[in-house]
């Protein structure tokens, strides 16, 4: 038998096995991510949108994790950078000579050199002319990062959406010791209730809810209904401050920080319907006694035991199983379907996400006034990308609210409206729009829904004309009501500096 060349022996070329990002890419392409406003959850569904029919790992969130972090990170492949650029919207070609870009400010090691086990951004040997530009560098983005995380308007939110644990942990303690000081602003205590539902383990959500509660439970601070008063003031000046330098464009990360702004203003507003409501609400007295409901329940309670401090997401399979299981033993319970539909939304598995927005279609169907389950429907199908359950949501929602829903059904208007204006269609964002303009009309004190309108649905969507005239009635109806905490004219603000 003739011996096999090495020629025919040889195997075919493997591909390309890629190379690891350093920390200056992962801050660009994160970067990239902000400007479309997207946190994570986003982030990972428009990957999978934007890449659909394409070869795909089973679990691409933790592919993406594993490329980004920070201790031995895995080699990004030229498949998967052409993937991220097709989720930006970019062509391959400039997508890599963004990351080329980062790689020259940074400068490179010499060949052989032991990196500091201190730091993944600078070597232990730098060329010398390189090693003052990567130093100036590394001090830049670092005061960047800390800027960011310190800054009371974003910071919470910027550290929920790029940081890790450590970071936000930071900043949720900075918040509840400003609160301790300021209880009554409702800028700060509606964006870190927000920030530890949507991050927090279940000992976490449960105590902000139980905090929450005692807080609407409270009484009033004197001099109760005046304009200018709890605690407004300081906020109230850095928030105009802002939205100024959103107008003329010199706020990094304008579309996240837009967003941020805008969802936050709306959740105080909430805290202000809740907090000025003239006797109890339906409403206002289930959200107060929401987190010791929760905290009563033994597949919960069985939950904080294996959720410690500073871990990381490790709870979250166990969270949802554990829900799981307790919705499917007690179908028609509330509590057990909003929290399979929390914690389902911090898991952030697509298929799994649209599941149970299906299941919880149907549950409403059965259960159509249960406003909490409504309104974190609403929300989780925020978190996913457009697919035919969510036209169908918006629809049954729009029906609903014109129908028979309940007398205080604010929440549920609230996430649809949130929806509507992120994924809805143009035609979805007409009826929409038309059907607010009835209820406010039938509803003229109300000053909740008018601000959650004018920023979910008129300033995201609306065209120019149709902004500047709903602007213009919400300033005739302003000029005849009262306007606790400033929140509807600060609104008014961030709508009127939309870019047309």
Not at 5 to 11: A, D, F, I, L, N
Not at 47 to 70: H, V, W
Not at 186 to 197: E, P, V
Not at 309 to 327: H, L
Request: net charge positive.
């Amino acid at each position: 038998m003739a011996r096999r060349t090495k020629s025919v022996g040889k195997r075919r070329g493997k591909r390309s096995p890629g190379r690891k990002l350093v920390p200056e890419e992962v801050l660009w392409i994160e970067g990239q991510i902000a400007k479309r406003g997207w946190n994570k959850t986003e982030f990972y569904a428009a990957y999978e949108t934007a890449n659909k029919g394409k070869p795909l790992p089973r679990d691409p969130k933790r592919q993406l994790q594993r490329i980004f972090q920070e201790k031995d990170p895995t080699p990004l492949t030229p498949l998967v950078q052409a993937n991220l650029a097709a989720t930006l919207s970019m062509t391959f070609e400039d997508f890599d000579a963004g990351l080329r870009g980062c790689l020259a400010v940074r400068g490179g090691r010499r060949k052989g050199a032991v990196p500091d086990q201190g730091s993944r951004i600078i070597g232990a040997e730098t060329a010398g002319a390189n090693a003052s530009v990567i130093e100036r560098f590394q001090e830049s983005a670092q005061r960047f990062d800390e800027q960011l995380l310190a800054d009371y308007l974003t910071g919470v939110g910027f550290a929920e959406w790029m940081g890790n644990r450590d970071d936000w942990e930071k900043t949720v303690r900075q918040g509840r010791e400003w609160l301790e000081a300021h209880p009554e602003d409702l800028y700060c205590r509606g964006m870190f209730l927000w920030s530890i539902l949507n991050k927090g383990n279940p000992s976490e959500m449960v105590g902000i809810l139980k905090e929450t509660g005692r807080w609407l439970a409270s009484a009033l601070p004197p001099a109760a209904g005046s304009a200018g008063h709890y605690d407004s003031g300081d906020w109230q000046r850095m928030l105009e401050e802002r939205i100024s330098q959103l107008s003329s464009g010199s706020v990094e990360h304008p579309s996240f920080v837009r967003w941020h702004l805008e969802d936050t203003l709306a959740r105080a507003a909430l805290l202000r319907c809740l907090r000025f409501q003239e006797g109890r609400s339906q409403l206002q007295s289930e959200f107060t006694k929401l987190g010791g409901d929760v905290e009563k329940q033994m597949p919960i309670r069985a939950l904080f035991g294996s959720t410690k401090p500073g871990e990381v997401d490790s709870w979250v399979a166990a969270a949802v199983a554990q829900a799981d299981r307790w919705a499917g033993f007690e179908q028609e319970s509330g509590l057990a379907r909003l929290c399979l539909i929390w914690f389902t939304g911090q898991q952030g598995q697509v298929d799994r996400m649209q599941f149970v927005i299906e299941q919880s279609r149907r549950w409403l169907e059965r259960n159509p006034r249960h406003t909490f389950v409504r309104w974190a429907t609403l929300w989780l199908a925020g978190l996913c990308p457009e697919c035919e359950a969510t036209t169908q949501l918006i629809e049954e929602s729009a029906l609903w609210l014109a129908g028979d829903a309940p007398d205080d059904e604010r929440l549920a208007r609230m996430g649809f409206l949130w929806l509507v204006g992120a994924k809805g269609t143009a035609e979805q964002v007409r009826q929409g729009a038309a059907q607010t303009a009835r209820w406010l009309k039938a509803h003229p004190a109300d000053d909740f829904i008018r601000v959650v309108y004018l920023l979910f649905l008129i300033r995201r969507r609306a065209a120019p004309e149709e902004r500047k005239r709903v602007i213009g009635e919400t300033r005739r109806w302003l000029r005849q009501h009262g306007d606790a905490y400033g929140i509807t004219g600060l609104a008014l603000r961030l709508c009127e500096c939309a870019r047309s």
